[in-house]
């Protein structure tokens, strides 16, 4: 028998209820081997301001490039204090701040190496269902090649790509809306 | 690592758009550009997965997690996580959260003036078993007014967190209850185009999990996307 997915849902205003205890906003622990980097920015409406009621979660491989999860059947090293998930609410100012390692390279599309990169799911009152879009780095070769960011219309690429503000920490943007409207998936 | 087994694309009708102007939020919130269709890799058929050292014993019953016992109805939500394939999907974190018997979230941005009540905080979570059941004890949720329109009340309802095993299958949905008569008002409801996917979002009362003298019991089902037929060639 083949059944249909249940529909999404807003989280609506009160999803800090539900979701704050699991706020993770150090992934990787101290001993955690990898580049520390924090990643700060804001969620941007239509209108330009900050969306004080959303939550952004993220999921990334460790340092060697490999998920916890055991779909993930690389021969490689996995840490016992990294899961790889982050969840982080957003502030009055439709601020966030998270704090973790630069993930290794991992298998793409084509049996091609993807550029190290963050998945994100973002969720807020008056998103009806959540969003999914990637964090990648600066100043990286290879995204250039990544099989998954090829496939991004050009112009929109650089929504994807975190920028660097000073040593260690990166800006990256959910701009919701208008130009520079962030590029989300489907899949 | 060449063969992944991907994820069925969703049916259409049965998910939300994300511009749906009966609900005013989401004009100021929803992506004006289309989403761009991508294949799936490893990074969104892994996904982060939970254990029991992430809970306490509390966290599935919501009428313990005070001093005293919270204002309600006793009710007991319980039901099976499914993937498409109707197989259970085990292990699986649940998040819910809900208003107290009169409506209220105890929440700095909930200013509607029914009473808080200290013994309930409407927080739970959980792990499907096996089979994927999961069981909560709660009260019964109020309906409360929003100023979405005119006279806009929300119709009873629990919001559901759900995992899965893999960044593809997170889902975050709403259960109502059966009999509400708000919930054909209610734009949440409504902005599911398919009638029947947007019934699967109602629970039924349940004789089975009742208990007498102590509580009502509602059944809900989740389904929860499934695997493709084949693996992809990726």
């Known amino acids: 028998m083949s059944l249909y997915a249940t529909g999404n849902q807003t989280v609506g205003p009160y999803l800090h209820i539900g979701l704050t205890w699991l706020v993770t906003r150090n992934i990787a622990p101290r001993g955690v081997p990898g580049e520390r980097v924090t990643i700060q920015g804001r969620v941007i409406d239509g209108d330009g301001q900050g969306v004080n009621d959303a939550m952004i979660e993220i999921w990334q491989a460790n340092a060697h490039g490999r998920y916890v999860h055991p779909e993930d059947t690389q021969k490689k090293p996995l840490q016992r204090a990294f899961r790889g998930f982050g969840r982080v609410p957003t502030d009055a100012r439709g601020a966030f701040r998270f704090t973790t390692i630069k993930p290794g390279f991992v298998p793409g599309p084509g049996a091609r190496q993807q550029a190290p990169h963050l998945v994100v799911s973002v969720f807020m009152r008056g998103l009806l269902k959540h969003l999914a879009t990637r964090i990648y780095f600066p100043d990286e070769p290879a995204n250039a090649r990544d099989p998954f960011l090829r496939l991004v219309p050009e112009e929109r690429r650089s929504t994807l790509v975190a920028s660097r503000k000073r040593e260690g920490v990166l800006e990256w943007n959910v701009i919701l809306q208008g130009k520079d409207e962030t590029v989300f998936f489907d899949f | ?234």
């Open chain 2, 1 to 234: 690592m060449s063969k992944l087994k991907g994820y069925r694309r969703y049916h259409p009708g049965t998910q939300p758009d994300y511009d749906y102007p009966p609900y005013r939020s989401t004009a100021k919130r929803h992506p004006t550009q289309p989403l761009v269709l991508m294949p799936q890799t490893l990074s969104e058929i892994t996904g982060p997965l939970f254990g029991f050292d992430d809970l306490k014993p509390t966290d599935n019953d919501l009428t313990r997690q005070h001093k005293g016992e919270p204002i309600g109805e006793r009710i007991i939500v319980s039901g099976r996580v499914l993937d498409e394939n109707s197989r259970a999907v085990p292990n699986t974190l649940i998040e819910i959260w809900q208003a107290n018997a009169a409506g209220r979230y105890p929440h700095q941005a909930d200013q509607h003036k029914a009473p808080l009540d200290p013994n309930f905080s409407g927080a739970g979570r959980t792990l499907t078993d096996a089979e994927g059941r999961y069981r909560f004890v709660s009260i019964r949720p109020g309906e409360y007014p929003w100023r979405n329109h005119y006279n806009a009340w929300r119709p009873a309802h629990i919001h559901f967190s759900l995992f899965g095993q893999a960044f593809l299958t997170r889902m975050v949905t709403q259960m109502y209850f059966p009999g509400d008569p708000l919930i054909p008002y209610d734009p949440m409801y409504t902005c599911i185009a398919d009638e029947n996917a947007r019934q699967r979002l109602i629970s039924s009362f349940d004789w089975e999990t009742t208990i007498p003298e102590q509580a009502l019991g509602y059944r809900f089902d989740i389904v929860l996307r499934g695997r493709d037929a084949t693996p992809m060639e990726r």
